[in-house]
C-alpha cells in the first residue's frame, strides 16, 4: 500500500514538473508592441525615427518568463537607456506578448543648480532643454541645489532628502493646475516665472500665483492634487477677488478650505 501510495506521489510530481516545463517554454516573452502617447496620454502614431524599437525591448526580455517578469524593473532599464522617451507601462498580453506604453520625455519645470539650469519631466525625471517657457522651481528648495547624476532620462536625486520630497509635491501640484486646463507652456502666463512655490517652516506648500495673493496647502503630501484643484476653485471664483497680497486660500488638511487677511 505504501509502495502504491509513493509511486502515486512520484506521477503527480513528475506531471507537475512536466507541465512546468511546457509552460515555461510556452509562457516566454517572444513579442512586444510599441504604443506611443502624447503628453495627455492621447494615443498617437510611432515616429519615424528616433523611437524605441520592438527590438530594443527584447534585449531586456526576451526569452524570460511572461508570468515573473518583473514590469518595474523592466521599465527601469528603458527609461534608463532611452532617454528622449518614458515608458510608463507595461502590459502582459498571453502567452508571449508584452504591450509597452511610451510617451516623449518633455520638461515641465527647470530648477537652477550649479551647473546650470536643470530641466524635470513629469516623472521626476531630466528632461532636455525645452524652447517653451517653464517655471523655475528652484525657491522650492531648502539649500543650494546639487544633484547625484546629469544624464538626461535619469532620475533627479537631491543630495538633501527633504527636496526629493519637495520635488514630488512640486510636479504633482504642476500636474494638478495641469488638469484645471492650464496647458505647460501657458503655466509661466498663469503663475509667474519664478518664486512661484516654497514651503514654510512647518513643510506647508505655498503657491503665489502672478496675480497675487498666497495658496497655502497643509500636509501636502496627503491627497494633494484634489485638494489643490478644489483650493483654484475657490482662488478663481466669481464672488470675491483673492487675488490681492492680503489674501491667503488655506487648504486644510482635511479638505476644508478657509480665507484670511493680513
Not at 506521489?9 to 517554454?25: G, K, P
Not at 513629469?122 to 547625484?148: C, H, K, L, Y
Not at 527636496?163 to 501657458?186: F, G, K, P, S
Request: proline share 2%.
Amino acid at each position: 500500500m505504501k509502495s502504491k501510495k509513493l509511486l502515486i506521489s512520484l506521477a503527480i510530481v513528475a506531471v507537475f514538473i512536466v507541465v512546468v516545463v511546457i509552460l515555461a517554454s510556452v509562457l516566454t516573452v517572444k513579442q512586444v508592441k510599441l504604443v506611443y502617447h502624447d503628453f495627455s496620454g492621447k494615443q498617437i502614431q510611432a515616429p519615424q525615427d528616433g523611437g524605441i524599437a520592438p527590438s530594443d525591448v527584447l534585449n531586456f526580455a526576451k526569452g524570460k518568463s511572461i508570468v515573473f517578469l518583473n514590469k518595474t524593473n523592466l521599465m527601469e532599464k528603458l527609461n534608463d537607456n532611452f532617454g528622449e522617451w518614458h515608458a510608463f507601462a507595461v502590459v502582459k498580453e498571453m502567452p508571449s506578448m508584452l504591450v509597452v506604453h511610451i510617451v516623449r520625455r518633455e520638461a515641465i519645470a527647470k530648477i537652477k543648480s550649479v551647473d546650470g539650469d536643470i530641466y524635470v519631466d513629469s516623472f521626476g525625471r531630466r528632461a532636455n532643454p525645452t524652447e517653451n517657457s517653464v517655471i523655475d522651481i528652484t525657491s522650492a528648495f531648502s539649500t543650494s541645489t546639487t544633484f547625484s547624476q546629469n544624464e538626461v532620462g535619469k532620475e533627479l536625486v537631491f543630495a538633501d532628502g527633504k527636496n526629493n520630497d519637495r520635488l514630488d509635491r512640486v510636479i504633482e501640484a504642476t500636474l494638478a493646475i495641469w488638469q484645471c486646463n492650464v496647458d505647460i507652456e501657458d503655466m509661466t502666463a498663469v503663475l509667474g516665472e519664478s518664486n512661484v512655490f516654497g514651503f514654510d517652516g512647518d513643510d506647508n506648500m505655498l503657491i503665489t500665483p502672478k496675480m497675487g495673493g498666497t495658496i497655502k496647502v497643509q500636509s501636502p503630501d496627503v491627497n494633494l492634487t484634489e485638494r489643490l484643484i478644489k483650493g483654484f476653485s475657490v482662488y478663481y471664483n466669481d464672488k470675491q477677488n483673492l487675488h490681492d497680497d492680503n489674501y491667503t486660500v488655506v487648504i486644510q488638511k482635511n479638505g476644508n478650505i478657509t480665507t484670511t487677511t493680513k
